[in-house]
């Protein structure tokens, strides 16, 4: 399939249940010679989703949509769709990648990592200068990251993950120096947790610049 629209084949409803497509790259997406414009996911993909959605809605089949990409791409399509029961955000990962999603969908590991930045949509594209690098909210932009941002165009903020099981938190003590919080697994899966802790500063006339909160 190409990026740009072109080359669409397959049989999304094979006789034998199995959907073949071919794959190539039509556009300038990701790599090292070009800059994106968007972060968007090109229409094509997109209309790939739509049709393995129909076809998996025939046969009451669960959709999971598993993204490689080198840094965010707006997801709004997939997580507003029906059909798609889970999304997996792979990144671009290495030789024992595949093993990894493999395990991770089919239960024999339980997921636990949280995403490292915030997952825009597209909009983002349009509230930020591409020549303004600033953090912070200014004359050209709206801010950046889960520290400074301040539009409304967060799909995934910084920090979102899922789990195979639940956690129950009670309520944390904190000192001058630390933070301690007692961590149950209320469900029956054995799984890793990682909590996140964070700042926010009290809003001063000196707080002008300061983040809305940052990660402790």
Known sequence: IGTDGSHLSGNPYPAAGNTSFECWSGNCMENE?????????????RSLLATVLDAAKIRATP?????????????????????????????????????????????MS??????TQTFYSDEFSNEVSMTDMGMR??????????????????????????????????????????????VRNAGTVASAVALLVFLVPPPSPASDGAPKRFLA
């Open 63 to 107: 959709v999971v949509l598993i993204v490689f990409s080198g840094g965010a791409v707006d997801l709004t399509f997939a997580k507003d769709a029906v059909g798609v029961r889970a999304i997996l955000w792979a990144g671009f990962p290495g030789p024992a990648g595949a093993t990894a999603i493999a395990e991770t969908l089919f239960g």
């Open 33 to 45: 010679g070009c800059d994106r414009t968007s972060i968007s996911i090109p229409k094509i993909q």
């Open 137 to 182: 909210p200014g004359a050209h932009n709206m801010g950046r990251g889960y520290r400074f941002y301040r539009g409304q165009a967060v799909v995934y903020p910084f920090g979102h993950g899922l789990h195979y099981t639940d956690f129950e938190l009670s309520a944390g003590v904190a000192t001058d120096t630390d933070v301690s919080v007692v």
């Open 110 to 115: 339980a997921p636990s990592g949280r995403l």
